[in-house]
């Protein structure tokens, strides 16, 4: 059946495609994952396998490949299903770090730039800062600003979640000090000053981080990464503080003295961070966070937590920037995670990419620069991703994702909490919302082990932190698929 299943998909896969375009609309609405493999396929002994390894080899002549776990055949995979070249069809719970939305091919997707103007659109890409498109207002109006968090009605577009984060710190300095200028223009000191680098127009301003966080690899994002030494080491770095995010003991219904405790604990290291840099003449200008520190480990804080932290912001006249770029998009069950903490204010600032196929940030009229190019790039985002992104919009809404996430949801964290009753010794701490779960094994060296063997047994899943299992499965992953997931888990648990 297995390699029945490998020999027909792609031929089944092209006629499915070919049927809905005929059908036309309400077959490709009904469409869910009826293309995929009853269940992974695994025809190799290691993957990767030899025809990966062959092209690991070949890039490794003119690129790095160290980060390189296989190669993929994406004319293959469907669904939940990622195909490698050798053959092999992974239950993807991992998603290209978590960025695919509807999994792989999604019919819908598939026909988008079959529309001439669309494609029009992906083939003249413009510099969207000087020579955006007659369509590009009525486009962020009707697709972006329609998702914007609750209270932000500005928005900024970028290409990645780096470049994302990179730029908000700077519309978070500019309007730190627009605040102390107030109307007045630029001082000639400061016009000066600033072209070598030094205050005044070089201002020693600060952006609050926590440790565990990950915010990205360019230069200014890279001071408020601290997930993994290899990011950083031999790169210099800004003296901007950093914080201790809250490491909770669970359950967490069994700890909830503790771990207030460990709230107020950080918190005060908030306030009392932000008073020390103000001393040190580098105040802080902003706070970034993520709803859930994924890389460093999928580490949660509680609402009150978030919602006390706003308060410390206010209380300085500190922005608050919420780092969604792993987090929005859906997968938490609410499209952004930041609506779980039920936060008196909007954030300042939210930041996205992955399942938003562009990247960017919201934000209120009082981040968007006055003059011109203070924020700014050639390519300013892409509007043939966000064309992809309102088809994307319009399939969650149609059959009905954010509902499918709870539900999957529920059976995939109910069952790796059964797995750590039944494998105390190996698993603990299963933790998350919605589909975007996490567990953490007994040691680094175990949790390696269970990610590298769950892959031989037909599952792509990825670890975080030192001993974490992360789980980002597309939005369209449903209930028949965790137990897929948590039957192979099951048996992984078994062989160690």
Same mark, same amino acid.
């Given at each position: 059946?297995?390699?029945?299943?490998?020999?027909?998909?792609?031929?089944?896969?092209?006629?499915?495609?070919?049927?809905?375009?005929?059908?036309?609309?309400?077959?490709?609405?009904?469409?869910?994952?009826?293309?995929?493999?009853?269940?992974?396929?695994?025809?190799?002994?290691?993957?990767?396998?030899?025809?990966?390894?062959?092209?690991?080899?070949? +890039?490794?002549?003119?690129?790095?490949?160290?980060?390189?776990?296989?190669?993929?055949?994406?004319?293959?995979?469907?669904?939940?299903?990622?195909?490698?070249?050798?053959?092999?069809?992974?239950?993807?719970?991992?998603?290209?770090?978590?960025?695919?939305? +509807?999994?792989?091919?999604?019919?819908?997707?598939? &026909?988008?730039?079959?529309?001439?103007?669309?494609?029009?659109?992906?083939?003249?890409?413009?510099?969207?800062?000087?020579?955006?498109?007659?369509?590009?207002?009525?486009?962020?109006?009707?697709?972006?600003?329609?998702?914007?968090?609750?209270?932000?009605?500005?928005?900024?577009?970028?290409?990645?979640?780096?470049?994302?984060?990179? &730029?908000?710190?700077?519309?978070?300095?500019?309007?730190?000090?627009?605040?102390?200028?107030?109307?007045?223009?630029?001082?000639?000191?400061?016009?000066?000053?600033?072209?070598? /680098?030094?205050?005044?127009?070089?201002? &020693?301003?600060?952006?609050?981080?926590?440790?565990?966080?990950?915010?990205?690899?360019?230069?200014?994002?890279?001071?408020?990464?601290?997930?993994?030494?290899?990011?950083?080491?031999?790169?210099?770095?800004?003296?901007?503080?950093?914080?201790?995010?809250?490491?909770?003991?669970?359950?967490?219904?069994?700890?909830?003295?503790? /771990?207030?405790?460990?709230?107020?604990?950080?918190?005060?290291?908030?306030?009392?961070?932000?008073?020390?840099?103000?001393?040190?003449?580098?105040?802080?200008?902003?706070?970034?966070?993520?709803?859930?520190?994924?890389?460093?480990?999928?580490?949660?804080?509680?609402?009150?937590?978030?919602?006390?932290?706003?308060?410390?912001?206010?209380?300085?006249?500190?922005?608050?920037?919420?780092?969604?770029?792993?987090?929005?998009?859906?997968?938490?069950?609410?499209?952004?995670?930041?609506?779980?903490?039920?936060?008196?204010?909007?954030?300042?600032?939210?930041?996205?990419?992955?399942?938003?196929?562009?990247?960017?940030?919201?934000?209120?009229?009082?981040?968007?620069?006055?003059?011109?190019?203070?924020?700014? /790039?050639?390519?300013?985002?892409?509007?043939?991703?966000?064309?992809?992104?309102?088809?994307?919009?319009?399939?969650?809404?149609?059959?009905?994702?954010?509902?499918?996430?709870?539900?999957?949801?529920?059976?995939?964290?109910?069952?790796?909490? &059964?797995?750590?009753?039944?494998?105390?010794?190996?698993?603990?701490?299963?933790?998350?919302?919605?589909?975007?779960?996490?567990?953490?094994?007994?040691?680094?060296?175990?949790?390696?082990?269970?990610?590298?063997?769950?892959?031989?047994?037909?599952?792509?899943?990825?670890?975080?932190?030192?001993?974490?299992?992360?789980?980002?499965?597309? +939005?369209?992953?449903?209930?028949?698929?965790?137990?897929?997931?948590?039957?192979?888990?099951?048996?992984?648990?078994?062989?160690?």
């Amino acid at each position: 059946m297995s390699s029945f299943l490998v020999n027909v998909l792609p031929k089944a896969h092209t006629y499915a495609r070919s049927k809905c375009s005929i059908y036309g609309v309400n077959c490709m609405k009904a469409y869910s994952t009826n293309w995929e493999p009853k269940e992974p396929i695994v025809r190799t002994k290691t993957i990767p396998g030899p025809k990966s390894a062959e092209l690991k080899s070949q +890039l490794s002549a003119v690129q790095s490949t160290g980060t390189v776990q296989f190669f993929a055949d994406y004319e293959k995979s469907t669904g939940n299903y990622i195909f490698d070249v050798d053959g092999n069809a992974l239950l993807d719970v991992y998603t290209q770090i978590s960025s695919v939305p +509807l999994g792989y091919n999604h019919p819908r997707l598939l &026909n988008i730039f079959k529309d001439e103007n669309n494609l029009k659109t992906l083939i003249n890409r413009p510099a969207l800062g000087v020579f955006p498109g007659k369509e590009w207002p009525d486009k962020l109006n009707s697709i972006l600003l329609n998702i914007a968090p609750k209270g932000l009605n500005k928005i900024t577009t970028m290409m990645c979640g780096s470049c994302s984060n990179e &730029n908000a710190f700077k519309s978070i300095f500019l309007w730190y000090q627009t605040k102390i200028r107030g109307e007045k223009g630029f001082t000639a000191e400061e016009m000066n000053s600033c072209m070598i /680098n030094m205050p005044p127009g070089a201002p &020693n301003l600060s952006i609050l981080s926590f440790k565990g966080a990950f915010h990205g690899r360019t230069l200014g994002a890279l001071s408020t990464t601290h997930s993994k030494y290899i990011h950083k080491i031999d790169v210099p770095s800004f003296d901007w503080p950093i914080a201790s995010f809250p490491q909770y003991k669970y359950p967490l219904e069994d700890n909830v003295a503790e /771990n207030k405790k460990e709230d107020e604990k950080c918190l005060s290291e908030v306030q009392s961070l932000i008073e020390e840099y103000k001393k040190k003449d580098k105040p802080v200008a902003g706070v970034i966070v993520e709803p859930i520190q994924s890389e460093g480990g999928d580490n949660e804080a509680s609402p009150a937590f978030f919602r006390a932290l706003q308060k410390i912001c206010k209380s300085n006249g500190v922005a608050l920037l919420i780092d969604e770029v792993q987090t929005g998009g859906g997968s938490t069950g609410k499209f952004w995670c930041h609506e779980h903490f039920n936060l008196e204010y909007p954030p300042d600032v939210v930041t996205f990419s992955k399942k938003l196929q562009l990247g960017g940030y919201f934000h209120n009229d009082d981040f968007a620069p006055k003059e011109p190019y203070r924020i700014f /790039n050639t390519w300013m985002g892409d509007p043939g991703k966000v064309i992809l992104l309102e088809e994307i919009l319009k399939v969650i809404k149609d059959e009905k994702l954010m509902a499918n996430v709870e539900a999957a949801g529920k059976v995939l964290k109910q069952g790796l909490l &059964n797995l750590e009753s039944e494998f105390p010794q190996l698993l603990n701490s299963t933790r998350g919302r919605g589909t975007f779960l996490a567990v953490n094994c007994s040691n680094s060296k175990v949790r390696d082990s269970i990610v590298s063997t769950l892959r031989l047994n037909g599952i792509q899943t990825g670890g975080c932190g030192e001993v974490s299992i992360r789980f980002r499965p597309a +939005l369209i992953f449903k209930e028949a698929h965790a137990n897929i997931v948590l039957d192979r888990f099951r048996n992984v648990l078994r062989s160690l």
